[in-house]
């Protein structure tokens, strides 16, 4: 299973961008998505989860009303509309799903390598 990420970039304070990861591979079924980043000399953080049927969202403080998690199942994707772009918004941004695959009892946590997103003037 390979998750790919895209959609980053540099972009000007109060700017969007929307980040995008689809996971390949031997697939049966997909959990929850994330989205997580990472800035320069701190820990990986959580910034949005979206559960499987896409009713259950959840967000970080510091994104909420700024940022939109979403997915399509048919395209086993996770999206991240980031709107009012922040420099403390700067970091890798990196996707998680917990996937279930064929003839798997049990699931697994799968990343994505990231993508840079970088806010500034």
């Known amino acids: 299973v390979q998750l790919v990420e895209s959609g980053g970039g540099l972009v000007q304070p109060g700017g969007s961008l929307r980040l995008s990861c689809a996971a390949s591979?031997?697939?049966?079924?997909?959990?929850?998505m994330g989205w997580y980043r990472q800035a320069p000399g701190k820990q990986r953080d959580l910034v949005a989860t979206?559960?499987?049927?896409?009713?259950?969202?959840n967000y970080a403080d510091s994104v909420k009303g700024r940022f939109t998690i979403s997915r399509d199942n048919t395209k086993n994707t996770v999206y991240l509309q980031m709107n009012s772009l922040k420099p403390d918004d700067t970091a890798v941004y990196y996707c998680?799903?917990?996937?279930?695959?064929?003839?798997?009892?049990?699931?697994?946590?799968?990343w994505g390598r990231g993508t840079q997103v970088t806010v500034s003037s």
């Open positions: 998680k799903m917990t996937v279930k695959r064929t003839g798997w009892i049990t699931q697994t946590d799968y």
């Open positions: 591979g031997d697939i049966f079924s997909i959990d929850v």
């Open positions: 979206i559960t499987s049927g896409g009713g259950g969202t």
